[in-house]
Structure formats: C-alpha cells, structure tokens
C-alpha cells in the first residue's frame, strides 16, 4: 500500500518560513516525478512544484519562483519543499504527490497517482 506522509506545516508570520517534508513508503518513487500542490479555502487545488525522478528538471509556479525550493531525496524516498519569504496568499492546506508517468504535464494534478492526505500551512499577516 502506498502512503504519502506529509510534515512541517504550521503557523508562521509573513516573511517566515516554513519546510515542509514527504515520506513515502509502499514502492520506490525515485524514477519517478514527486510534486506539491496546494489549496486554500473556497479554491481550486493549484500546483506549487514539481520534480523529476532524477532531480535534474525543476517546475515551479510563478507564484513561488524564487520563493520555494523542492528537493528530494531517492536513497529516503523523501521530497522536500523549503518555503521562505511566506505571505498570507500562500495559507493553503499542501498536498504532497507522485506518480508513474515519467514525463510531461507537470503542472496537471489528475497526471499524479497517489497523493499525500495534506499538511496546513497558515500564513498571519
């Protein structure tokens, strides 16, 4: 059985950070590309990042270019999403995922297989 375990979420002041994690267990992802999305109250889910197997492509958001950092790491079966310079529009429960395909369509959450059950993040002002 696959799971996703989401960490590190919390409660931070615009400005902050925050880094979030992802555990995976059940089967191996490290051919295969891991991302995070997000949703915040009264909208849709949004992609934030995504990365390949290999770690060598990146995708962000342009919302969070130069804000977030993924990375991962295969020999843990882990991703990583470090968060800085926080403002409130970033409030959002973030959802770790991956799936099997390998390439392609990033940025698509019905791309992704199995996903993570969700850790809030809350921004103050």
């Known amino acids: 059985q696959v799971q996703l375990v989401e960490s590190g979420g919390g409660l931070v002041q615009a400005g902050g950070s925050l880094r979030l994690s992802c555990a995976a267990s059940?089967?191996?992802?490290?051919?295969?590309?891991m991302g995070w999305f997000r949703q915040a109250p009264g909208k849709e889910r949004e992609f934030v990042t995504a990365i390949t197997g290999s770690g060598s492509s990146i995708y962000y958001a342009d919302s969070v270019k130069g804000r977030f950092t993924i990375s991962r790491d295969n020999a843990k079966n882990t991703v990583h999403l470090q968060m800085h310079s926080l403002q409130p529009e970033d409030t959002a429960v973030y959802y770790c995922?991956?799936?099997?395909?390998?390439?392609?369509?990033?940025?698509?959450?019905?791309?992704?297989?199995?996903w993570g059950q969700g850790t809030q993040v809350t921004v103050s002002s």
């Open positions: 995922a991956a799936r099997t395909r390998f390439y392609g369509d990033y940025e698509k959450d019905h791309t992704y297989d199995y």
């Open positions: 059940g089967r191996t992802f490290s051919y295969s590309p």
